[in-house]
């Protein structure tokens, strides 16, 4: 790696209270040569680590309304090149994927994004087993826009959590990997996750506002992103989420070979899918209680007349 030569590529880390990752991730990008970090009121040490790295730290104030951080920063920044890379606090780029990164946009590229895989770090442990973290991160900036999805019931969370950017263009996939290391505690981990499942309840109940045409779409026969995007949507569609995810990722993608930290985490995430199950049946017993009620006033009403 050529570390006196900047990338010319636009890095944007979308932050809040991320002062226990925040050193780690801005050092695996420090051969970028512009870096972005979009803030949302941290009140840790988040900002004045971030300082310390970049003049680039923005402030964002989300109005509950679309969009949320990481389309704001495509629309609002002033981005100096024409490839952008997300990346999370808890995340880091790896050598040799800053090496890919250097080449691809020194040589150009008939791609117009890429997908990324992950080292995946859970318990302070590498899992190398069970389903792989798979995400389109690093595209044109002008040819990509994060999917268009409206939860009004989720208010406490103003980043895309599993909204995908739409790519115009073709989608490739490099070879090198990135890091995910969250460096928090299982606090964080199941405060986190909490927010998701609402997120997820909210996707597969009916008060979602979806913009279909600003959405990824779900194909068998399309892109790797699209396939992912109709597995997806078929796996909720079946019964006994939650046992079918943990023999698959723990037994036939074998994350028993990852010890105790591997058990937990598969465990975990069949719980979230589980958790999921359990607030979309509760919405439904709502609705049905709010049905009763008006079923009973109209008849109470229609008994005066």
């Known amino acids: 790696m050529h570390s006196e030569v900047k990338v010319p590529i636009s890095v944007i880390i979308p932050t809040r209270n991320e002062e226990m990752n925040m050193r780690q991730c801005l050092e695996s990008v420090k051969w970028a040569d512009e870096i972005?970090?979009?803030?949302?009121?941290?009140?840790?040490?988040?900002?004045?680590?971030?300082?310390?790295?970049?003049?680039?730290?923005?402030?964002?104030?989300?109005?509950?309304?679309?969009?949320?951080?990481?389309?704001?920063?495509?629309?609002?920044?002033?981005?100096?090149?024409?490839?952008?890379?997300?990346?999370?606090?808890?995340?880091?780029?790896?050598?040799?994927?800053?090496?890919?990164?250097r080449?691809?946009?020194?040589?150009?590229?008939?791609?117009?994004?890429?997908?990324?895989k992950y080292d995946f770090y859970f318990l302070g442990k590498l899992l190398k087993h069970g389903v792989l973290l798979l995400k389109c991160v690093f595209f044109k900036h002008?040819?990509?826009?994060?999917?268009?999805?409206?939860?009004?019931?989720?208010?406490?969370?103003?980043?895309?959590?599993?909204?995908?950017p739409v790519i115009k263009g073709k989608v490739g996939k490099l070879?090198?990997?990135?890091?995910?290391?969250?460096?928090?505690?299982?606090?964080?981990?199941?405060?986190?996750?909490?927010?998701?499942?609402?997120?997820?309840?909210?996707?597969?109940?009916?008060?979602?506002?979806?913009?279909?045409?600003?959405?990824l779409k779900a194909s068998l026969f399309g892109s790797q992103v699209e396939?992912?995007?109709?597995?997806?949507?078929?796996?909720?569609?079946?019964?006994?989420?939650?046992?079918i995810y943990f023999l698959y990722?723990?037994?036939?993608?074998?994350?028993f070979l990852d010890g105790k930290a591997g058990y937990i985490y598969n465990v975990l995430k069949a719980f979230y899918y589980f958790s999921v199950d359990i607030k979309l049946y509760e919405e439904r017993l709502r609705l049905e209680k709010v049905g009763r009620q008006l079923h009973e006033k109209t008849r109470n009403a229609g008994d005066w007349i």
Not at 64 to 84: Q, R, T
Not at 144 to 162: L, N, S
């Open 249 to 255: 990722s723990y037994v036939i993608r074998g994350g």
């Open 36 to 101: 972005f970090v979009v803030d949302s009121k941290s009140t840790d040490h988040t900002i004045e680590i971030a300082n310390e790295y970049t003049d680039n730290v923005v402030m964002f104030h989300w109005n509950g309304k679309w969009p949320k951080k990481k389309n704001w920063a495509l629309e609002k920044l002033s981005l100096s090149h024409e490839w952008v890379l997300f990346l999370d606090a808890d995340e880091q780029v790896t050598p040799g994927l800053a090496g890919e990164i």
């Open 227 to 243: 396939r992912r995007r109709f597995l997806k949507e078929l796996f909720f569609k079946l019964p006994g989420r939650p046992v």
């Open 142 to 164: 002008k040819l990509g826009r994060f999917e268009k999805i409206d939860i009004p019931e989720v208010t406490d969370c103003d980043v895309e959590i599993d909204e995908h």
């Open 103 to 116: 080449q691809l946009v020194s040589n150009g590229t008939e791609f117009s994004g890429f997908l990324v």
């Open 175 to 215: 070879k090198n990997k990135m890091i995910h290391h969250d460096f928090k505690d299982l606090h964080h981990f199941f405060h986190r996750h909490n927010i998701f499942s609402d997120w997820e309840t909210g996707l597969r109940s009916c008060k979602t506002k979806r913009d279909k045409e600003k959405e």
